[in-house]
């Protein structure tokens, strides 16, 4: 793989686990179920392959 495609892939990864790193902190703070249940429908497209029972497990 060249340099480039490279980098955009790292940026990528490191882009995708900021963002789950954020959702998670709101995750945390989020007062009902209707707001936990619109953070968890962003993770599932920025990560389709998380469980809900695991993007739980890693906000604790």
């Known amino acids: 793989m060249s340099r480039?495609?490279?980098?955009r892939e790292l940026r990528k990864?490191?882009?995708r686990r900021e963002?789950?790193?954020?959702?998670r902190e709101?995750?945390?703070?989020?007062?009902?179920?209707k707001e936990k249940k619109q953070i968890f429908e962003?993770?599932?497209k920025i990560a389709p392959s998380v469980k809900i029972e695991e993007f739980?497990?890693?906000v604790k």
């Open 42 to 44: 962003k993770v599932s």
């Open 13 to 15: 990864r490191r882009l």
């Open 26 to 33: 709101k995750f945390k703070v989020a007062k009902n179920e």
């Open 19 to 23: 963002k789950l790193r954020k959702l």
């Open 4 to 7: 480039r495609l490279v980098d």
């Open 56 to 58: 739980i497990a890693s």
